[in-house]
């Protein structure tokens, strides 16, 4: 089973503030990797695929990079409603596994 | 509009069974491979199983290997997860959700039900 890691637990933030975040793998997934936003007593959302590709309807703001077992997840800007937990999930491998996310909490 | 709807989700002692169910609606559910994904009370993601657009390709977590089966039915658009010999770490909000295929590779979960809760307690 691929282990997924993700960096750090929690981050403050102030609106306007750029963000990143880390998720590593425990081997490699190669491209393979999608991050989820998730707010509570919602379903996650998908936000990007294929570790850098955003999914329809994802703002710019947010962008993906990384290959192999290392990858990280960027907000620039901010907005009130990004606060949320994220998740990054491999789908190199079965079983499909998730990292434990990050949540992003306004300072 | 795409629409996932979970429901069978209720309290059941641990030793029990249930069954739930996923209507799917708005897109091509025959063409796709879906997932039952869960989430423990204030706790992550866990992919719990994944079964192909033919019932071909199926998937557990270890976790619940040898305990839950993954059905569907495509004439009705539904997905199902028989659960039996319940536990108590079963506990969780289940969501149903599709693996959206890309160039024909499977590229993450697109669409979310809005999950149905199991709680398994006496």
């Known amino acids: 089973e691929i282990v997924m890691t993700q960096s750090p637990a929690t981050l403050s933030v102030s609106p306007g503030e750029s963000v990143t975040f880390s998720c590593r793998a425990s081997?490699?997934?190669?491209?393979?990797l999608a991050w989820y936003q998730q707010k509570p007593g919602q379903a996650p959302r998908l936000l990007i695929y294929?570790?850098?590709t955003r999914a329809t309807g994802i703002p710019d703001r947010f962008s993906g990079s990384g290959y192999g077992s290392q990858f990280t997840l960027t907000i620039s800007s901010l907005q009130s409603e990004d606060f949320a937990v994220y998740y990054c999930?491999?789908?190199?491998?079965?079983?499909?596994?998730f990292g434990p996310g990050t949540k992003v909490d306004i300072k | 509009e795409v629409q996932l709807v979970e429901s069978g989700g209720g309290l059941v002692k641990p030793g029990g069974s249930l069954r739930l169910s996923c209507a799917a609606s708005g897109f091509t559910f025959s063409s796709s491979t879906m997932n039952w994904i869960r989430q423990a009370p204030g706790k992550g993601l866990e992919w719990v199983s994944s079964i192909s657009s033919r019932s071909d390709y199926i998937y557990y977590a270890d976790s619940v290997k040898g305990r839950f089966t993954i059905s569907r039915h495509n004439a009705k658009n539904s997905l199902y997860l028989e659960m039996n010999s319940l536990r108590a770490e079963d506990t969780a909000v289940y969501y149903c959700a599709r693996e959206v295929s890309i160039f024909e590779v499977l590229s993450g979960f697109d669409y979310w039900g809005q999950g149905t809760l199991l709680t398994v307690s006496s």
């Open positions: 999930q491999q789908y190199s491998n079965w079983p499909r596994t």
């Open positions: 294929r570790a850098s």
């Open positions: 081997q490699t997934v190669l491209s393979n």
